[in-house]
Nanobody, 125 residues
Framework: QVQLVESGGGLVQAGGSLRLSCAAS????????MGWFRQAPGKEREFVAA????????YYAEPMKGRFTISRENAKNTVYLQIGSLKPEDTAIYYC??????????????????WGQGTQVTVSS
């Protein structure tokens, strides 16, 4: 049974930072991309960043470049999302996802097969 478990969310002040974690289990993910998405109240789920298990290749949504960093630790089967200079508009539930993509862009939720339950990030002004 595939499980993606996010952690690391919480309440932080604007300007602070957080590191979110996504622990993956239940299968081999070597051919998968791991993505982070977020969903604010009343808004659609939006792509943040993605990374491939088998390489160091990463890519980010354009608005996320600079403050968001995605990384992986293969030995722990864990993917991280470091967020710096947090802003109130970063408030959202952050989700981890896994998908084989097969040439697709990886920026759409429908391209991912497995999802975590999400972790809440709340940024106070």
């Amino acid at each position: 049974q595939v499980q993606l478990v996010e952690s690391g969310g919480g309440l932080v002040q604007a300007g602070g930072s957080l590191r979110l974690s996504c622990a993956a289990s239940g299968r081999t993910f070597s051919n998968y991309a791991m993505g982070w998405f977020r969903q604010a109240p009343g808004k659609e789920r939006e792509f943040v960043a993605a990374i491939f298990w088998s390489s160091d290749r990463t890519y980010y949504a354009e608005p996320m470049k600079g403050r968001f960093t995605i990384s992986r630790e293969n030995a722990k089967n864990t993917v991280y999302l470091q967020i710096g200079s947090l802003k109130p508009e970063d408030t959202a539930i952050y989700y981890c996802a896994a998908g084989q993509l097969r040439g697709r862009t990886g920026i759409f939720p429908r391209e991912y097969e497995y999802w975590g339950q999400g972790t809440q990030v709340t940024v106070s002004s």
